[in-house]
């Protein structure tokens, strides 16, 4: 028997966010799973960046899609306001019920960022009894968040967050995450949380969406066909800045060590701002220029649309997976990256699950380190792995299928309905 269940996802394309993606797949692999989903989204008519049409394009014509309003970006930013969490809020509170008044749905999935939707939990248990799963795509309450500077905006918001987190939490019925270390750190902040009803889902990625691309053309504007293109696709943050430092000095020892190869390679740093007019400027070649590397470097601050990032992925000759000091930190992005079949070479917290992820897969070269002196020791190990990719890549094979298939859409998708069926039996 097909169940309905309603996610309820701020972002969801034509929007290019990272956020869009969990909702995306769900909305394509529920259905193989017994389940029949519903997204209640923000209309793409209130969302303040650019959308992508063809994003939207491979959503299914078939999907039920609620559109919600919002109140205009260009009024609520005279207070501070651009989240459109918070912009839509009573518009969503509206959509879900008359969704839920009209289908009965099983189970309610709120997936964030943004988070402040997740305050809806309550309200929703209460009034409805319907079970609500909260999925954390990045942690809301973070040791990253409580180490803003007094009174900034940040600051405010990582506030907000500890006030607002816990009551959504305990009216959850199910709480998911991206990795086992943010579920243990959400287990420790709220000692009433039951870890059984917990679960570690990945973002995860789909092959298809790269059906087209491998036998097209590559971005020129983007990748360089005549040199040794290395590519990283994504934002850009300032957690990440010491590893890509390390890296851009292995670079420099490469160079130092084979000056003809080091010339042929360029590095690609491509939406590094995350904003589709690259506000905030370049935030990789200061450090690439103190490393004495820039003119190997070759950055493009603008989001750019998700098709040509993945497009970039599938023509270069190896991608570079840079992740952040952070133990808890997965980047979504490992998934694709994975299932466009090129070499990689990635740095990552040991404890990372992103770094246990891409040393069982395969297909490239992964470094991690437990603390800054450790990332200091890689140095000459990272230069032979940037050696090794411009002139081996083929050595080191492809990914494990078998490594993969956990973190296909698919996958995803029916470890979801597993959650599901185990919210509505409570």
Same mark, same amino acid.
């Given at each position: 028997? &097909?169940?309905?269940?309603?996610?309820?996802?701020?972002?969801?394309?034509?929007?290019?966010?990272?956020?869009?993606?969990?909702?995306?797949?769900?909305?394509?692999?529920?259905?193989?799973?017994?389940?029949?989903?519903?997204?209640?989204?923000?209309?793409?008519?209130?969302?303040?960046?650019?959308? $992508?049409?063809?994003?939207?394009?491979?959503?299914?014509?078939?999907?039920?899609?609620?559109?919600?309003?919002?109140?205009?970006?260009?009024? &609520?930013?005279?207070?501070?306001?651009? $989240?459109?969490?918070?912009?839509?809020?009573?518009?969503?509170?509206?959509?879900?019920? +008359?969704?839920?008044?009209?289908?009965?749905?099983?189970?309610?999935?709120?997936?964030?960022?943004?988070?402040?939707?997740?305050?809806?939990?309550?309200?929703?248990?209460?009034?409805?009894?319907?079970?609500?799963?909260? $999925?954390?795509?990045?942690?809301?309450?973070?040791?990253?968040?409580?180490?803003?500077?007094?009174?900034?905006? !940040?600051?405010?918001?990582?506030?907000?967050?500890?006030?607002?987190?816990?009551?959504?939490?305990?009216?959850?019925?199910?709480?998911?995450?991206?990795?086992?270390?943010?579920?243990?750190?959400?287990?420790?902040?709220?000692?009433?949380?039951?870890?059984?009803?917990?679960? %570690?889902?990945?973002?995860?990625?789909? %092959?298809?969406?790269?059906?087209?691309?491998?036998?097209?053309?590559?971005?020129?504007?983007?990748?360089?066909?005549?040199?040794?293109?290395?590519?990283?696709?994504?934002?850009?943050?300032?957690?990440?800045?010491?590893? !890509?430092?390390?890296?851009?000095?292995?670079?420099?020892?490469?160079?130092?060590?084979?000056?003809?190869? %080091?010339?042929?390679?360029?590095?690609?740093?491509?939406?590094?701002?995350?904003?589709?007019?690259?506000?905030?400027?370049?935030?990789? +070649?200061?450090?690439?220029?103190?490393?004495?590397?820039?003119?190997?470097?070759?950055?493009?601050?603008?989001?750019?649309?998700?098709?040509?990032?993945?497009?970039?992925?599938?023509?270069?000759?190896?991608?570079?997976?840079?992740?952040? /000091?952070?133990?808890?930190?997965?980047?979504?992005?490992?998934?694709?990256?994975?299932?466009?079949?090129?070499?990689?070479?990635?740095?990552?917290?040991?404890?990372?699950?992103?770094?246990?992820?891409?040393?069982?897969? @395969?297909?490239?070269?992964?470094?991690?380190? @437990? $603390?800054?002196? /450790?990332?200091? %020791?890689?140095?000459?190990?990272?230069?032979?792995?940037?050696?090794?990719?411009?002139?081996?890549?083929?050595?080191?094979?492809?990914?494990?299928?078998?490594?993969?298939?956990?973190?296909?859409?698919?996958?995803?998708?029916?470890?979801?309905?597993?959650?599901?069926?185990?919210?509505?039996?409570?």
């Amino acid at each position: 028997m &097909t169940r309905t269940a309603i996610i309820l996802s701020p972002h969801f394309p034509p929007s290019t966010l990272a956020g869009v993606h969990r909702a995306r797949h769900l909305a394509a692999g529920l259905p193989a799973h017994g389940w029949r989903p519903i997204v209640i989204r923000a209309d793409e008519r209130v969302y303040s960046e650019p959308g $992508d049409a063809a994003l939207a394009k491979l959503v299914s014509a078939d999907l039920e899609q609620v559109r919600a309003g919002a109140l205009p970006a260009g009024l &609520t930013r005279l207070v501070g306001v651009g $989240d459109i969490g918070l912009r839509a809020l009573p518009h969503f509170a509206r959509a879900l019920a +008359r969704t839920i008044e009209r289908e009965r749905p099983a189970a309610v999935l709120i997936t964030g960022s943004p988070f402040y939707p997740m305050r809806l939990a309550p309200w929703l248990r209460r009034r409805y009894g319907v079970p609500v799963i909260l $999925d954390f795509q990045d942690p809301w309450v973070s040791a990253h968040g409580a180490a803003r500077p007094f009174g900034s905006k !940040a600051w405010m918001a990582h506030r907000l967050a500890t006030g607002l987190e816990p009551g959504a939490v305990r009216a959850a019925s199910w709480v998911t995450s991206v990795s086992e270390i943010q579920n243990r750190e959400l287990a420790a902040r709220y000692p009433w949380l039951d870890g059984a009803r917990m679960s %570690a889902i990945p973002i995860g990625g789909d %092959a298809a969406d790269f059906a087209a691309l491998r036998a097209g053309s590559p971005p020129r504007d983007l990748i360089d066909p005549a040199r040794i293109n290395f590519s990283y696709v994504g934002t850009f943050l300032p957690r990440a800045g010491p590893l !890509a430092s390390r890296l851009f000095e292995a670079l420099a020892l490469l160079r130092e060590r084979s000056p003809a190869l %080091a010339e042929r390679i360029r590095c690609n740093f491509i939406g590094t701002s995350n904003q589709p007019d690259g506000v905030g400027g370049e935030r990789v +070649r200061p450090l690439a220029a103190a490393a004495g590397v820039a003119d190997l470097i070759a950055e493009t601050p603008r989001r750019v649309p998700y098709l040509d990032a993945l497009n970039v992925l599938a023509h270069s000759q190896a991608l570079l997976l840079i992740g952040s /000091g952070e133990p808890h930190y997965t980047a979504s992005k490992i998934y694709p990256a994975l299932l466009s079949g090129r070499p990689w070479l990635s740095l990552f917290h040991q404890a990372s699950s992103a770094h246990a992820i891409l040393q069982s897969a @395969g297909g490239g070269l992964a470094h991690g380190f @437990g $603390d800054p002196a /450790g990332l200091e %020791a890689l140095t000459p190990a990272l230069a032979e792995a940037l050696a090794r990719l411009a002139t081996a890549p083929e050595s080191l094979g492809a990914p494990n299928p078998e490594a993969i298939a956990p973190y296909t859409a698919h996958a995803v998708a029916g470890q979801f309905a597993e959650v599901f069926e185990k919210a509505a039996r409570t």
